[in-house]
């Protein structure tokens, strides 16, 4: 199964620098690129890499969507609970 979550995060990493290049950073499909990839790096227990990018997503997200748009509470929502998680983790 690691198989293809490797090749799900290579090909999701090879959208989102496309969508940057052509759409740019803060272009909503460039935010969702980002969100899914950090829905891939937590599923292959990357937790810190996947925080660290739904943080950036998220605060793109702020800025291009508001604080009210659905996709900005849901990154917030996410963010939140891998935090918990990162925090249980470290303290095992």
């Known amino acids: 199964n ?5 090749a ?14 052509k759409l740019g950073a803060g272009h909503p499909s460039t935010l969702t690129s980002m969100n899914n990839l ?7 227990g990357l937790i810190n890499k996947a925080i660290s990018l739904i943080e950036d997503c998220y605060r793109l997200q702020q ?15 996410a963010l939140a609970t891998w935090r918990l998680e990162a925090m249980e983790l470290s303290s095992c």
Request: aromatic share 10%; no cysteine.
């Open 2 to 6: 690691q198989g293809r979550w490797d």
């Open 8 to 21: 799900a995060e290579e090909l999701e990493v090879q959208v989102m620098e496309t969508s940057k290049k």
């Open 38 to 44: 950090a829905f891939t790096l937590k599923g292959q």
């Open 63 to 77: 800025v291009v969507l508001g604080p009210r748009h659905p996709y900005t509470i849901s990154s917030y929502e």
